[in-house]
Each structure stands twice: as structure tokens, then as C-alpha cells.
């Protein structure tokens, strides 16, 4: 089974990075751009085969190392 | 005085760490691999400056749940003088012992100077020999020194005391221009500015030996 996190940072936590690709995008004449914000994607590949275990142990994962919860935001798909 | 100074790979400032203990305390710091489980009984442990695991995933993230972590958070919460320099401040962040997350500078680039800081609080065993309000000069060197927290917990921290230094001047976007925290029990301090740098007038300055000979004296 495949995991795909999406890890991003929380509302109203300042993204400098986010900021730099609108400005960017703005400077290379891409209009209507209102906000970027950026984020990690993470591929996990999982041997487990029951998708209610997989989700509370790649919940965990994230809540343990692959997301900060101070600052970020994560979400989970299992394929 | 006993130290220990904790490496990992990527730690570029155990060194430096080193040589300002030993002049200052007298006694070779031991220096302690992060895949230990286990090291002697010391006073006081000092988490240095670098790009541990090159900052993978998140400065600190990896480190931070390295073996050696677990010994120290079990001594940090057991009341162990415990300082966390730049990374060593993001590791502290990452294992929840200190509060808030370090993130990239507001202005994106990496900043690298002598900062302008005032003492907040003289009442910590790190900054018990500086005057209260005084202003101190040590340098930063860091990418990810961008202090945050949500309001609530900034509020606890600046009503309880806990704010141990404050930059003069925005230089990274901390939040409230925070440059080092002590938790509740003021035993952990971590902070981005680097005293280690600052301990004799041949290195720019001494206002970093300060906060090494506070600990001394508390330490007896």
C-alpha cells in the first residue's frame, strides 16, 4: 500500500518561501495569483495490507517525525 | 565543572563549544557521539551549532530522535543544565522539551553578524551574571532562526519569564524578536546567537563568557 502525506504549514504561520514564488510568479508576468504556499509531499510504500492499520501507524509517523504540529499541517492518502 | 558536548553528524561548532568550556571551566568537556545511549554523569550538557543530518526534512527534526535525544530529555526533564546553541536550539524545539519551532528566516537569507541582544531575565541559572536590560553583543549565524510560536504560548512565556534574550532589532522575524527561551523549570536554555564565539576580547568580545560562568557559579 501506498501512503501520500502532504505536509503544510499552518494558517497564519508566514511561509518566506511561499512569499518568494508569488513574488516570482508576479515578477514573470503570471497574474491572479493571489498567495503561494509551499509544503513537503512524502511517498511512503507500506507492507501493510489493512488500510485502518495503515492509517493510525502512518498518522502516527506523521504526528512523530514527518510533520512539526507546532507549524504544520499534514494530510493523509492511501492508495 | 563536568560537560558533555553532543555531536552528530553535521555539527559544525562542537568545537567551538569545547574550547569555550574548557577555557572557562577548566575541564575537557567530554564529547559524546549521538549514536550513544549512554554517557557519565555530568553538570552540564551542551547541544552545539551546526547542520546536523543537513537539516534534513526539518532543522533539528533528525537529531532530535536520535539515541542519544532520549538519554537527554530524560536528564534535561530530571533537571540537568541542558543549552542548546542555534541547532542545538532547533533540536531542543524538535524534541518538545523547549517550546515553539525555529523557521526559515523571514527575509530568506542566511544572516551571519554580531546581533544586538538585551537580558530578559536575570533570574535564569544562564543569565544570572548579566545586568538586567543590559544589552550584550554575540553573533548569529543561522538560515533558520525565525522564532515561532502561537500568541497564547508567546504570552506564557513573556508573563512567566521565560524569554531569556531578545534581539534589539528584527534581524530573522522571530516572533517578539525572540532569540533564546528557558523552560518552566529554567534548567534548558536554547537560543540561535552563538556565546561560545564571544568569550575573549581576541574573538570580538566576552559578553558570551558570561552566560557560561552564570552556570559556574549556580553550579558551585
Redesign the interface.
Known sequence: MKARIHVTLKNG??D??GK?IEHALSNMGFGGVDEARQGKYIELDLAETDRTKAEASVDEMCR???A?T??ENYSIELE | MKSAVIVFPGSNCDRDMAVALEKITGTKPLMVWHQEYDFDTVDFIALPGGFSYGDYLRCGAMSARSHIMKEIVKRANAGVPTFGVCNGFQILTETGVLPGALMRNAGLHFVCKDVEMTVENTGTMFTSGYKAGETITIPVAHHDGNYFADDETLDRLEGEGHVAFKYTSDINGAQRRIAGVVNAKGNVLGMMPHPERMIEPALGGSDGRVLFESVMNRLG
Open positions: 504561520v508566514l518566506p518561501q518568494a512523530k517525525l514527518i512539526n507546532v507549524i
